[in-house]
């Protein structure tokens, strides 16, 4: 069945620091992925997406694309500050027009000034 | 703004009572997730509705859990009896249900504490 694997966290950065966040997939067909961000005390949302090979999704400073060739889309960023210490969820969608989407650990992120 | 409403916010309850948590998704909306997320199991789907049918509840509890679409604008997951081992926050979601490409909209949760 469908699968995500992100990395293990806590990952601890200075701000300005440099982000990447591991993830990978094992879907048949053809899904779409997703990154969502948890902040503190509430609920999941969505932070960027993208729906075919070689796309790149982009948000707030951040992105990630979609490699088919190796099932991964790394989360990165270039120069990270302490409001994005919050938990990042890579997940995909892959059930047709059910929109149910199979979601990772999570990673928690800290950003220390 | 359109977002998903949860209520209680905080639930705290002695072992054996029933608790129910309700959620109001998004105006048009027809598929409707309950999540369970906890520090060990992470977050977990415990049933999911599109137009208020249930698609999958295979992730729930049967004997103690339910969930309900009333009508389209109320999502109720229900627990009786309650057990120490169902503390965690309880997450509604709802989307457009139109592909594999849409965003799913998170309510705030539900923070159960069953004492």
């Known amino acids: 069945g469908d699968s995500v694997t992100q990395m293990e966290g806590p990952v601890t950065l200075s701000e300005e620091a440099f982000l990447t966040i591991n993830c990978t997939y094992t879907a048949t067909g053809y899904p779409s992925l997703f990154w969502y961000v948890q902040y503190p005390g509430e609920g999941l949302q969505l932070l960027l997406k993208?729906?075919?090979?070689?796309d790149k999704g982009s948000n707030k400073g951040f992105e990630a694309t979609y490699r088919k060739e190796t099932t991964s889309f790394h989360l990165e960023k270039g120069s990270v500050q302490v409001s994005d210490s919050a938990v990042y969820f890579c997940a995909l969608g892959n059930s047709g027009g059910y929109q149910k989407v199979t979601f990772g650990t999570g990673t928690k992120l800290q950003v220390i000034p | 703004d359109a977002r998903v409403t949860q209520t209680p916010r905080h639930k705290v309850t002695e072992m054996g009572q029933e608790v129910t948590m309700r959620c109001q998704p998004i105006l048009g909306h027809n598929t409707v997730f309950w999540y369970r997320q906890t520090m060990m199991q992470g977050l977990e789907l415990l049933a999911y509705f599109r137009n208020r049918a249930p698609l999958d509840d295979s992730g729930m509890p049967k004997d103690r859990f339910s969930a309900e679409m009333p009508d389209a604008t109320l999502a109720t997951l229900k627990i009786q009896p309650s057990e120490p081992r169902d503390s965690a926050v309880y997450f509604c979601?709802?989307?457009?249900?139109?592909?594999?490409?849409?965003?799913?909209?998170f309510g705030p949760g539900t923070r159960l504490t069953v004492l």
């Open positions: 993208a729906t075919k090979a070689d």
């Open positions: 979601a709802s989307g457009a249900g139109t592909g594999r490409e849409d965003e799913q909209f």
